[in-house]
């Protein structure tokens, strides 16, 4: 088990690609505190992974509080002992989508409190847990929206590529401390919020949800998206010591999304 007696906090780990590591953690053998909002998702997944062996605690938390993050490192010490991995999933994406001129201010604040503000404040709290270990792993979930604009997308965009810029700042403070931390920026991936996106989308331009899912799968070079079990064995990568020697870099897990990019595609 490459994860064999750690101990990580997933934040937006009730669902999707977070859902997806918190399972993939647990098989691995972690401790896996899921963290999100949504208390009734947290705690199937929690339920979940304690049901096939393994040690998990669901905490509600909304990164955009201080507060409520530090109660989240602080409870997962209390119950664990320790804390050697985290992992900042959560995420603010709004569909309400336009050009600069016309976006609404409040998505754009929003956006960033949570994409990057919590990214930071999550990171600020667990290293002080992980500094007197002298160890410790942060990985920070950026997207393909990080590495290339998508117009009408600039509140996502933006703070996609400010955690990228963040990660490689905050690995070189870390790094002093034996703490590693890297970035993952996953593709179109089948979570339910993207399949939704799709059926809108199909519904929007008059399309059947088949001949969508023809377009997305062919906007990838490996013609289909990931699923979210694939992001997390990344992940679960980068959080082990087979990754023992890489810090500050940027993984992309997007099947070819990023080679390609077609940026009509998606959200307009």
């Given at each position: 088990?490459?994860?064999?007696?750690?101990?990580?906090?997933?934040?937006?780990?009730?669902?999707?690609?977070?859902?997806?590591?918190?399972?993939?953690?647990?098989?691995?053998?972690?401790?896996?505190?899921?963290?999100?909002?949504?208390?009734?998702?947290?705690?199937?997944?929690?339920?979940?992974?304690?049901?096939?062996?393994?040690?998990?605690?669901?905490?509600?938390?909304?990164?955009?509080?201080?507060?409520?993050?530090?109660?989240?490192?602080?409870?997962?010490?209390?119950?664990?002992?320790?804390?050697?991995?985290?992992?900042n999933n959560a995420a603010a994406h709004s569909d309400k989508n336009a050009d600069v001129p016309d976006m609404d201010l409040d998505v754009w604040y929003d956006t960033l409190d949570v994409n990057i503000s919590g990214t930071m404040l999550c990171a600020r709290e667990a290293m002080k847990v992980m500094i007197p270990q002298k160890s410790g792993v942060i990985v920070n979930v950026s997207s393909v929206a990080g590495v290339s604009g998508?117009?009408?997308?600039?509140?996502?965009?933006?703070?996609?590529?400010?955690?990228?810029?963040?990660?490689?700042?905050?690995?070189?403070?870390?790094?002093?401390?034996?703490?590693?931390?890297?970035?993952?920026?996953?593709?179109?991936?089948?979570?339910?919020?993207?399949?939704?996106?799709?059926?809108?989308?199909?519904?929007?331009?008059?399309?059947?949800?088949?001949?969508?899912?023809?377009?997305?799968?062919?906007?990838?070079?490996?013609?289909?998206?990931?699923?979210?079990?694939?992001?997390?064995?990344?992940?679960?990568?980068?959080?082990?010591?087979?990754?023992?020697?890489?810090?500050?870099?940027?993984?992309?897990?997007?099947?070819?999304?990023?080679?390609?990019?077609?940026?009509?595609?998606?959200?307009?």
């Open positions: 088990m490459k994860l064999k007696d750690r101990v990580a906090i997933v934040t937006g780990g009730g669902t999707g690609i977070g859902k997806a590591i918190s399972l993939a953690f647990a098989d691995e053998g972690a401790a896996v505190v899921v963290a999100a909002r949504n208390v009734a998702r947290l705690e199937e997944v929690a339920d979940q992974i304690i049901s096939r062996g393994g040690k998990a605690k669901a905490i509600q938390t909304d990164i955009s509080d201080h507060d409520q993050i530090k109660r989240v490192v602080a409870e997962t010490v209390e119950e664990f002992g320790r804390l050697d991995i985290l992992i998508h117009p009408t997308k600039s509140p996502y965009c933006a703070s996609k590529w400010a955690i990228i810029g963040f990660t490689e700042v905050l690995a070189i403070e870390a790094g002093k401390h034996n703490i590693r931390v890297n970035t993952i920026s996953p593709g179109a991936t089948r979570t339910p919020g993207f399949e939704e996106m799709i059926r809108v989308l199909a519904k929007r331009r008059g399309m059947t949800p088949e001949d969508m899912w023809s377009k997305v799968n062919a906007s990838n070079s490996l013609n289909r998206i990931a699923e979210p079990e694939e992001i997390a064995r990344a992940v679960v990568f980068l959080a082990s010591d087979d990754s023992s020697a890489m810090t500050g870099h940027n993984m992309i897990v997007s099947c070819g999304l990023h080679l390609i990019h077609p940026q009509e595609l998606y959200g307009l």
